[in-house]
């Protein structure tokens, strides 16, 4: 009789459940449909999951697998090869979009689209960045900022900040007498090569504390914003904030010093930036530009420099065509020049196409956001103002019919075949193409002429899975030694 009444109980509270978790993604299917039935067209296909945490817990569930992609596998066999899909992630309702023309429209269009990024993201970003500006705003900032960050003559002097972090470092990872962290090494060390870029010179003890702050302000981006003791959004404001501080006082340390004094860096150059009235930027645009700068390039260059290095050594003929490439600069350098120019490394034809296939096969963000700023009617479908669309760039790269054996490293792929636009967009596309890409992809230059040069990577995990939440990297964050070559 008991066994009776508890497979009852077990039976009616599993009933209830199904009822319930029925009822509430109607609810919340119904909310958002009903709002936009007087729209002219309809919502794109797909469903808005659970009101609040919409479908967040599918997203999870596929990017802590094996196979990240079946999050929009699912949607493809729900709702067929639509390619815009209508969804609930990050807080927002949001439209995914997978299809190259599609990409394009939205990461072109700025009377429609906007920067999207999570609350989270936008808050840590700062007033100032350029993620929390107005598109005409964003715009003026950029015509100003152009010149110190890529301009031909700010390259060229970064070079000297960056190869001799590089160079330091690789000499320190070489003389350890135990497994590191790739990952985690290669995070140190492009943060160390940003923060002299931006900073011109600075203290030890300063790049540091940048690096420990930084350490905590990455969770905080994609988090929730619960500004909690405990929760990693809480934890990343009070980074965000010593961040702030440190890079204040450089700023004013560096007024303080007279031209001759100073070892110029970006900071110096923005001090310098003047536009059509004569005005300068303000400090705080100052240090909301040069931490966007110090984080996004510490992910960008860590990851894809990880990645190449790995694929390299993966692929042993890659590997040595990339290196000879890189021998035989030195070779046609005459004997009195020791580093490397900007010359020289535009000249790169093969490893630019390497760097390329990385940020391809590994692409370190699975989508850009945007939000719709005005009601947009896009393939027959509407996408209502304030939602947010998420560019699917992982949906792009991983297509059998644009990239064949899309799985597979092929740098080559990049020699044979033109691609269309929307297609490769890993810094962004249109008026929105991220300031920095330049310098990032000066800086994993950088780094993989010396250590093709100079070192060898022997992982110890060489099987281990992926992880890929937030951003595809060994389970291990690549466990390995690096072996100076004789």
Known sequence: MGIELLWSFVAIV???????????????????????????????????????????????????????????????????????????????????????????????????????????????????????????????????????????????????????????????????????KFFNEMKTIALKGIAKVSLGSTQDSSLWSMVKYFTELSPGILSMPINIPGFAFHRALKAKKQLVKLTKDELDERRRKTVAERKKGMMDLLMEVENENGEKLEDEHIIDLLLLILFSGRETVAHNAMWVTIYLHHHPEILQKAKEEQQAIIKRRPSSQKSLTLTEIKE?????????????????????????????????????????????????????????????????RWEKQRFKGGSFFPFGSGSKTCPGADLAKLEISIFL??????????????????????LPRPADDCLARIIKLP
């Open 348 to 412: 790169m034809e093969y490893l630019p196409k390497v760097i390329d296939e990385s940020l391809r096969r590994n692409y370190f963000a699975f989508a850009i956001f945007r939000k719709v700023v005005a009601d947009v009617n896009i393939n027959g479908y509407t996408i209502p103002k304030g939602w947010k669309v998420l560019v699917w760039s992982r949906a792009i790269y991983m297509d059998p019919n644009i990239y064949s054996n899309p799985k597979e490293f092929l740098p080559s």
């Open 14 to 180: 599993a009933a209830t459940y199904v009822i319930l978790f029925g009822f509430l993604k109607k609810i919340n299917e119904w909310y958002y449909v009903t709002m936009s039935e007087k729209k002219q067209n309809p919502l794109p296909p797909g469903h808005m999951g659970w009101p609040f945490i919409g479908n967040m817990w599918s997203f999870f569930k596929a990017s802590n697998s094996q196979d990240p992609d079946s999050f929009i596998d699912n949607l493809v066999k729900r709702y067929g090869r639509a390619s815009i899909y209508r969804t609930h992630l990050f807080g927002s309702p949001s439209v995914i979009v997978c299809s190259q023309e599609l990409c394009r429209k939205v990461l072109t269009d700025d009377e429609h689209f906007s920067y999207g990024y999570p609350s989270s993201a936008i808050q840590l970003g700062g007033k100032k960045s350029l993620y929390g500006i107005s598109n005409s705003e964003h715009r003026r900032l950029r015509r100003l900022i152009a010149d110190p960050i890529n301009g031909h003559q700010a390259l060229a002097l970064y070079i000297g900040h960056i190869e001799d972090i590089v160079i330091t470092s690789l000499e320190e990872l070489a003389t350890m007498n135990r497994p590191i």
């Open 449 to 470: 002429h010396y250590f093709l040069l100079n070192y060898k990577l022997k992982e110890l995990n060489p099987k281990a899975p992926i992880k890929h939440l937030h």
